[in-house]
């Protein structure tokens, strides 16, 4: 099982950046698919983008293509999510997730095993 804890939300202003870290604890983290979803109030989960347990495979939703950014560090047991040209619709409470199955990366809520509680990312216009 991994554990894991989400940092590095706040408000920011359209068109500006934001860096989200994901703390993973467990000694199963190397081989574990990771990934970011959202959700914004009223509104279901969303996929965000996901990354392979070697950190070699990437995969976005077409909203965010371009503009973030998921990558991993499995010494440190971290991952994170580096968002630009943020937008008032990317407001939402952003997840980390865990995957154990190898393979391919997947996209849906009911795939993912592990969650962190979430941060707030506020995008003002």
């Known amino acids: 099982q991994v554990q894991l804890v989400e940092s590095g939300g706040g408000l920011v202003q359209a068109g500006g950046s934001l860096r989200l870290s994901c703390q993973a604890s467990?000694?199963?983290?190397?081989?574990?698919?990771m990934a970011w979803f959202r959700q914004a109030p009223g509104k279901a989960r969303e996929f965000i983008a996901a990354?392979?347990?070697?950190?070699?495979?990437?995969k976005y939703a077409d909203s965010v293509k371009g503009r973030f950014t998921i990558a991993r560090d499995n010494v440190n047991l971290m991952v994170y999510l580096e968002m630009n040209s943020l937008r008032p619709e990317d407001t939402a409470v952003y997840h980390c997730?865990?995957?154990?199955?190898?393979?391919?990366?997947?996209?849906?809520?009911?795939?993912?095993?592990?969650w962190g509680q979430g941060t707030q990312v506020t995008v003002s216009s």
């Open positions: 997730a865990a995957d154990y199955r190898r393979g391919a990366l997947r996209f849906r809520v009911h795939d993912y095993d592990s």
């Open positions: 467990g000694r199963t983290f190397s081989t574990t698919t």
């Open positions: 990354i392979s347990d070697s950190g070699l495979s990437t």
